[in-house]
């Protein structure tokens, strides 16, 4: 006899795993911007005038002025909150996995 219950719970419990897998895509994709952004690179020849000792410069607009690390940090929370909603939806679908007469998922180490 089927338990609709417990298979109405783990199919719950999968697309709210689904959608906090994107949202993580999302934010992942967000956060490796504003990095690439904030790294920048350095160029090996000096810049004009340059009486600087140090012959380099930043090939593009200077990465330290460039770098939002709130918005930075703000992001590795978000995604640190979304990786534990994506596990707390694994635990609710192995919880549930047997009696829905379905598998579960195993989390790589």
């Known amino acids: 006899m089927e338990n609709f219950e417990a298979l109405g719970r783990y199919h719950f419990a999968k697309e709210q795993l689904r959608n906090n897998a994107s949202i993580r895509e999302r934010l992942l994709d967000e956060l490796k ?24 410069h930043f090939a593009s607009e200077t990465p330290l002025n460039n770098a939002d690390l709130d918005k930075m940090g703000s992001l590795i929370n978000q995604i640190a909150e979304v990786n534990q909603n ?24």
């Open 33 to 56: 911007r504003h990095v690439d952004k904030a790294v920048g690179k350095l160029v090996d020849k000096p810049v004009g005038n340059s009486n600087l000792d140090f012959p380099f």
């Open 86 to 109: 994506m596990l707390n939806a694994i635990e609710e679908i192995n919880k549930y996995a047997e009696d829905a007469k379905k598998s579960k998922i195993e989390i790589p180490k």
